[in-house]
């Protein structure tokens, strides 16, 4: 194996070793990350109309339905919610892509039903996240029953994209935020990479004397 592809493999092996599930909590009244960035749709068409590659704050969802008001038989604004909201019902799912990743989310989430569904995919793999399900809070019809849903990336973890569905009416969603993805390498990958150039510049020197 020649001196390069060596230290890509390690290089990819120590990212490997270090990578950490993310996790989550649940909190009531705000998100748990002042930091994050606001996702409003204010600039979405309201009144029932799918999102169709709306980007805010870099970060792309379409499909679901958004309202500025709550809708009978479709979707409530969730208790507490500031901004507009996004329903999704049978058919109407919501994606959500991050163009650079992130590390953090966290949304609104409406009455905790079990045919509410969340899919978080990211470098590592996808989980499901379901009410009542893996640590999450239990079945809570109720309207004011709604909870802040916080993810936090595991080391080495960056989070591409979510789906939420719903296979009955509805899963509702607020107040959106997410946290920026610094480009800075981490001190693990940093260190291996300027030891592996380390090493060829010496090799390189050596061939000239040579």
């Given amino acids: ?11 990819l092996a120590t990212l490997a070793a270090s990578a950490q599930a993310g996790t989550f909590n649940v909190t009531s009244g705000a998100n748990d990350n002042a930091a994050a960035q606001g ?3 204010s600039a979405a068409a309201a009144g029932g109309a799918a999102l169709n590659n ?4 870099g970060v792309t969802f379409n499909g679901g339905r958004v309202y500025d008001v709550s809708a009978s038989g479709v979707g409530a604004q969730p ?3 500031t901004t507009n909201f996004v329903a999704m019902g049978p058919g109407t799912p919501l994606t959500v892509s991050f163009a650079t990743g992130t590390t953090y989310f966290s949304f609104l989430w409406g009455s905790t039903d079990t045919h509410n569904t969340l899919e ?3 470098n590592l793999g996808t ?3 379901i009410p009542g399900q893996g640590g999450m809070p239990t079945e809570n019809p109720a309207w004011s029953n709604s ?7 595991g080391v080495g973890e960056t989070v591409t994209s979510l789906r939420l569905t719903a296979t009955s009416q509805a899963f509702e969603v607020d107040n959106f935020a997410v946290q920026a993805v610094s480009a800075i390498p981490e001190p693990a990958t940093s260190a291996m990479l300027l030891a592996g150039l380390a090493v060829l510049g010496s090799m390189a020197r050596r061939r000239k004397i040579g």
């Fill in 147 to 153: 909870i802040y849903f916080n993810w936090h990336a």
């Fill in 79 to 81: 208790f507490g919610g």
């Fill in 54 to 57: 709306y980007v805010e704050q």
């Fill in 1 to 11: 194996m020649s001196l390069s592809r060596f230290f890509s493999a390690a290089a």
């Fill in 127 to 129: 989980t499901s996240y």
């Fill in 39 to 41: 996702i409003s749709f």
């Fill in 120 to 122: 978080v995919t990211t």
